[in-house]
Structures are given as C-alpha cells and as structure tokens.
C-alpha cells in the first residue's frame, strides 16, 4: 500500500436536487459512502472523508471503516471548502504526504483498478497532475502533487478543483474513465443507475 498517497472523499455536499443524501444512497448492497471508503482503502492507507451537511448519518454510517473522518462547518460554501479541510488535515497529520487523490461519493463505478491507473500514470508520466477523462472531460477522481497543494488550498466556492484542471494541460494526464460521467445529481439519475447496474 502506498503510504505517501492520501485519498480524500468529499462527501460534505446537501444533495439539494435529489431530495435525500446521495453519500446513503444504497448500491450494489452497501451505501455510496460505504462503496467509496472500500475502495479507497484497497489502495492506500491513509483515507479520510470529509462530512458536512448530514453529519451525524453519514459519520455513522462509515464509523466502523478503518478511515479518519474530518468535519467541514463551512460545507455551505461549496466543495473547495471540503478540499481545503481534507488537505489541511491530510497535510497537517502526515507531512510526508507527497499526493493526494480527490475522490466524490456519486461516482459508483470508481473501481481500486482505475485509483492505481491513476498512480501508475502519475508515476509514468511525471506530470503534477493526473485526471479521469470522461465525456471529453478531465475530472474526478484526480491525483494532485505537492507541488498543487497551494493552489488546491486556495480554492473557493463550489467549482471544486476544475478551475485548476482547466488552466492545467500542459502540467496534466488523464487517464480514460468512461463511466465517470454516470453520477447522482437526481432522482432520476439514481433510477437509470439501479437499472443499469445489472448490465454493467
């Protein structure tokens, strides 16, 4: 396992669109939360979950997983808080973190299989930053260098760490993650995901 890698779960958001927090939504037997937390820790030791909004029901729901959990009162403001509170604690417990991915709870198909690729592509390839690719896009689950700590702390409301992406290319890989794009904003979206799921 590697012990220089620090993953953090943003798992802080209301879900205001789908009515019911998506971090419990129930997958494949186990919550989202719970899926996400799995597969994190198949790959490294060091995972910590940022909560916010739900405090208490989703603390519960991982309070048996080998993960640190963070609290982000600020939650409100949108995700870069959350990325702001899981690096400063990451940061600030173990120094000799040197990457951080950043994973979200309504991404079901993340697998153990696509956090390595992103490692070994970061590896390979040197640049400081490494995304998903999906629907001609690059996002999450993202791995970020030291080198990105910084600016990743200097974030603000609730774009999240795109902004950086954005302004990145010549310092970014990606690694393709078809199923990226199938997430959890809506009811809706989480029906098509239950019907789906059997075929996948």
């Not at 640190?68 to 870069?80: M, S």
Request: glycine share 4%; hydrophobic share 40%; proline share 4%.
């Amino acid at each position: 396992m590697k012990t220089t890698i620090a993953i953090v779960i943003l798992a802080a958001g209301k879900s205001a669109r789908l009515g019911q927090p998506k971090q419990l939504l129930p997958f494949k037997g186990k919550s989202l939360i719970c899926h996400c937390v799995e597969i994190a820790r198949k790959v490294v030791e060091n995972v910590v979950v940022v909560t916010g909004a739900e405090r208490k029901r989703i603390e519960s729901e991982i309070k048996n997983s080998a993960v640190e959990i963070v609290y982000n009162p600020e939650w409100e403001e949108g995700i870069a808080s959350s990325i702001r509170s899981g690096l400063a604690y990451v940061t600030e417990k173990n120094p000799d973190i040197n990457e951080v991915i950043f994973m979200v709870c309504d991404q079901p198909f993340v697998t153990a299989d696509l956090l390595h690729k992103l490692i070994k592509e970061k590896e390979l390839s040197t640049k400081s930053i490494v995304a998903s690719c999906y629907s001609e896009i690059a996002g999450t689950p993202v791995i970020f260098d030291k080198s990105i700590f910084p600016e990743l702390m200097e974030l603000t409301g609730d774009m999240g760490a795109r902004k950086i992406i954005i302004k990145s290319k010549d310092r970014m890989s990606t690694v393709d993650f078809p199923l990226g794009n199938v997430d959890m904003d809506t009811a809706d979206d989480y029906k098509k995901l239950l019907m789906q799921k059997d075929l996948l």
